[in-house]
């Protein structure tokens, strides 16, 4: 694995709470299986996750109060967002709209200098 595929599988992991949480807000209730299929789907491929990497996710969650546990059947358990959750999610993508202009601007302008540097 290279340097560039660690780098990228530890910023794409920070990612998954975030992507939990949108699911839930346009989706509505989900149990954890459909959860794992729907993350790849949401990230062109670019955010896969296990099925028994998902549920330790699912548990931060809803300690952070973030999601509920809404209903048991058939052995499913499904989650859906809280009013917590909705109001961190608005919050969360202002903060990261505004981090990762940032730090794409950052990006940008040092590719800019160096190519004025050759």
Avoid: C, H
Avoid at 43 to 61: C, D, H, R, V
Avoid at 74 to 80: F, I, L, N, S
């Amino acid at each position: 694995m290279s340097n560039l595929d660690r780098w990228e599988a530890g910023y794409r992991k920070g990612f998954a709470k975030p992507t939990i949480l949108q699911i839930l807000l346009d989706e509505g209730e989900s149990y954890p299986y459909k959860l794992t299929k729907q993350i790849p789907k949401r990230t062109q491929g670019m955010l896969t996750m296990a099925s028994s990497n998902i549920y330790p996710i699912l548990k931060e969650l809803k300690d952070e109060g973030l999601i509920r546990v809404t209903e048991e059947k058939e052995r499913k358990v499904m989650y859906g967002l809280t009013k917590e959750g909705q109001s961190f999610l608005t919050e969360l993508q202002e903060s990261l709209t505004e981090f990762l202009n940032i730090m794409l601007a950052n990006f940008s302008n040092e590719i800019k200098r160096m190519k004025e540097d050759e």
